[in-house]
């Protein structure tokens, strides 16, 4: 079946700009993650979504990184006022459900290709 | 929130198996470990996991102490294909099951 996918695939964009990046999960994953990855380093959490609300939001890196989801499906990433800091890779996951609270059970989390943003 | 080691590089022949290691010495009862690779320029793939037991999937064999404080991932027979750098993750909090990657430990196959 199909994964996770991600669009587009690179984007390069001036410094200050807006950027928007997309991620369709798995179809009937109700868990949304975003991750980024710097250049030479690991991954990095940005945000959790479960169906269209984001209980964790702690990894945004700054106000100007925002993130939302419609009909528990799609799932856009909007970075404004792009910085050269904000270069990386930006991946997308999705997990069937995610851990229940106090439990041990667990969902395994599937990755799109990413997409490289490149701010000049 | 566990913490883990790992060697930042290793080398297999071909055919041969691969034994990569990991320490988790603080990892809590009900904490998973988690093992995924990332080919070059690729998105993270899942590999296996386990709580205590060992497991064993098409992929590859994951073996895990009695004391639960290491692990050690097992590809049985490495092939080019397998060069990637190896992520092993202690599951997180309670509420999110987001995932902390380290530096992981880059495997080179070599013919």
Redesign the interface.
């Given at each position: 079946g199909a994964g996770v996918s991600q669009s587009p695939s690179n984007k390069v964009t001036e410094k200050g700009k807006d950027v928007e990046l997309r991620c369709d999960p798995i179809s009937g994953h109700t868990a949304l993650y975003w991750y980024r990855q710097s250049l030479g380093q690991g991954l990095e959490f940005l945000i959790y979504f479960q169906g269209n609300s984001a209980p964790d939001k702690s990894g945004l890196p700054s106000d100007r990184f925002s993130a939302e989801r419609t009909g528990g499906s799609v799932s856009t990433l909007t970075i404004q006022r792009t910085q050269q800091e904000d270069s990386a890779v930006y991946l997308c996951a999705s997990s069937l459900v995610p851990r229940t609270s106090g439990g041990a059970s667990t969902d395994t989390q599937y990755f799109g290709p990413g997409t490289r943003l490149t701010v000049l | 929130d566990a913490k883990t080691t790992q060697p930042t590089s290793m080398d297999c022949a071909e055919g041969r198996a691969a034994n990569l290691p990991c320490n988790h010495s603080t990892i809590s009862g009900?904490e998973?470990v988690?093992w995924y690779r990332q080919i070059h320029s690729?998105?993270?793939?899942?590999i296996i996991?386990g709580?205590k037991n060992n497991e064993t999937n098409e992929m590859a064999s994951l073996i895990i102490t009695e004391d639960r404080k290491s692990s050690t991932l097992i590809l049985p027979h490495a092939t080019l294909r397998d060069t990637a750098v190896y992520?092993c993750i202690v599951?997180q909090s309670?509420?999110?099951?987001?995932?902390?990657?380290?530096?992981?430990t880059r495997l080179q196959v070599f013919p």
């Open positions: - | 009900n998973y988690y690729q998105g993270p793939q899942y996991h709580l992520y599951s309670y509420n999110t099951d987001k995932l902390i990657f380290g530096t992981g």
